[in-house]
């Protein structure tokens, strides 16, 4: 075997065995969402990737060892010449490939369909919060609440569901909705249910999409604790939980309102060890997925190519520790939630 197939095969060991260590007690119950969110993105990042390098990787080694076989007493012992080598290992990274294009185009789909139907910017009412961020107030009995968009991602509330909620439990939820926003979190959970809807059948994605989409959660609670404080969260959540057993109301997995909740209800400081162990293994995942990447490019990375593969990966796979801006928070109000509309 090659030592970029080998490379590649150690890869996707790592890949496969850090969503348990980040997702033990010890470890996920201390570390920061925001941390925990990176580290269980690069590793859906990394099975979206690792297959088809995988793959091409090997089919390149073989090729080699069969070319050099070519000349000695192992004549045809590989079963292929390495020109069939090198096709069988791109068909098969083009075949590891395909459930991505084909899951791409069918999420971006539905987010399409969901915005247009979802969203009537007409009808809606925009409303300004004190982080500075903008809610689209939908007038819908439907009680609900999300953040949605590719190009342009909205946070979204409903007049059902401001309706069962006092203005302060309002604020709560649209702070949260913003928070999702600003911190790029709907782009993200597109990524990882791609990856997710591609190669779902393996446990390590399983549990790193579960885990994102909860820890994304938990980080923009975070955000709305800290403008409008922790009991009118917690109060909207028992509310949101309440509604959940309405059939008509969906607000996501309801383990996860049960995880939120728990975590808001017990002390949230963050353990120093837990987020330097998710920092070390988030960033040796990036840096195996930058190598993968760029191998899967260029058989031969050089330095200054191994650069960019490193700041691309890095853009998408550390993207949950940073916010566009810092938001400008202004006092905590008792009004209604969002304030006048910019309409």
Not at 8 to 30: D, E, N, T
Not at 77 to 82: K, Q, T
Not at 206 to 229: F, M, P, T
Request: proline share 6%; hydrophobic share 50%.
């Amino acid at each position: 075997m090659s030592t970029f197939a080998l490379a590649g095969l150690v890869a996707l060991v790592s890949f496969a065995v850090v969503p348990w260590v980040v997702l033990a007690r010890r470890i996920g119950g201390a570390a920061s969402p925001r941390l925990l969110a990176t580290a269980h993105l690069v590793v859906l990042l990394g099975w979206g990737v690792l297959p088809a390098a995988f793959f091409w990787c090997l089919g390149q080694g073989l090729a080699g060892i069969s070319s050099v076989a070519s000349g000695s007493l192992c004549h045809g012992c590989l079963g292929l010449p390495g020109s069939g080598w090198r096709l069988a290992g791109y068909g098969l990274a083009a075949a590891a490939l395909a459930p991505l294009a084909w899951q791409s185009w069918r999420v971006a789909t539905s987010v399409r369909r969901a915005e247009l139907v979802g969203l009537v910017e007409y009808r809606a009412d925009q409303r300004k919060q004190a982080s500075g961020g903008t809610v689209w107030v939908v007038p819908s009995e439907d009680p609900a609440a999300y953040a949605l968009g590719v190009l342009r991602p909205r946070a979204v509330v409903t007049t059902g569901l401001l309706s069962i909620l006092d203005p302060l439990e309002g604020q709560a939820v649209c702070e949260h909705e913003v928070a999702h926003v600003r911190f790029g979190h709907p782009r993200l959970l597109l990524v990882g249910a791609i990856v997710a809807r591609s190669y779902g059948f393996l446990s390590p994605v399983r549990r790193s999409w579960d885990a994102l989409g909860r820890e994304l959660e938990a980080a923009a609670d975070d955000e709305a604790v800290r403008i409008v404080g922790t009991g009118p969260l917690l109060s909207a959540l028992a509310r949101v939980g309440l509604a959940q057993l309405d059939a008509a109301a969906s607000f996501g997995d309801p383990a996860h309102i049960r995880y939120r909740i728990r975590r808001l209800e017990g002390p949230r400081h963050a353990s120093l060890r837990a987020n330097a162990t998710v920092t070390a293994l988030a960033g040796m995942l990036t840096a195996v997925l930058a190598w993968s990447l760029c191998s899967f490019l260029v058989r031969s990375p050089e330095p200054a190519g191994m650069v960019g593969c490193a700041l691309l990966a890095g853009a998408v796979g550390l993207r949950p520790v940073w916010a566009w801006r810092d938001p400008v928070v202004q006092p905590r109000s008792v009004g209604p939630p969002g304030g006048p509309s910019s309409r």
